[in-house]
Nanobody
Framework: QVQLVESGGGLVQPGGSLRLSCAAS????????MGWYRQAPGKQRELVAG???????SYADSVKGRFTISRDNAKNTVDLQMNSLKPEDTAVYYC???????????????WGQGTQVTVSS
């Protein structure tokens, strides 16, 4: 019913930039909190950035100042602009939709393919 499709990942050198995009369907997009998560091999999945329906943003300390989350309610998309990328940013990135900050659509188990971001020389 709910579909979230990520795109835009790839291989980039340290200091480079990537822009990820997530297309959502099956929800009234404009009223949902949207977020970007990431999971590196052997590590827990973490919330990287979130944005409310009104445009208020929140970032993990590790990416603050480097990443920017944005949304386009007319297109049902949420983007993550990633600048000054570091090797430790290497992970699979996933988007998610929530009714508030603690009621996310995707939880536990597999979140699908996501989009791979690899930062390496």
């Amino acid at each position: 019913q709910v579909q979230l499709v990520e795109s835009g990942g790839g291989l980039v050198q340290p200091g480079g930039s990537l822009r990820l995009s997530c297309a959502a369907s099956g929800i009234i997009f404009s009223i949902y909190v949207m977020g970007w998560y990431r999971q590196a091999p052997g590590k827990q999945r973490e919330l990287v950035a979130g944005i409310t329906s009104g445009g208020t943003t929140s970032y993990a300390d590790s990416v603050k100042g480097r990443f920017t989350i944005s949304r386009d309610n007319a297109k049902n998309t949420v983007d993550l602009q990633m600048n000054s990328l570091k090797p430790e940013d290497t992970a699979v990135y996933y988007c998610n939709a929530g009714q508030g900050w603690s009621n996310w659509y995707r939880s536990g188990g597999s979140w699908g393919q996501g989009t791979q971001v690899t930062v390496s020389s």
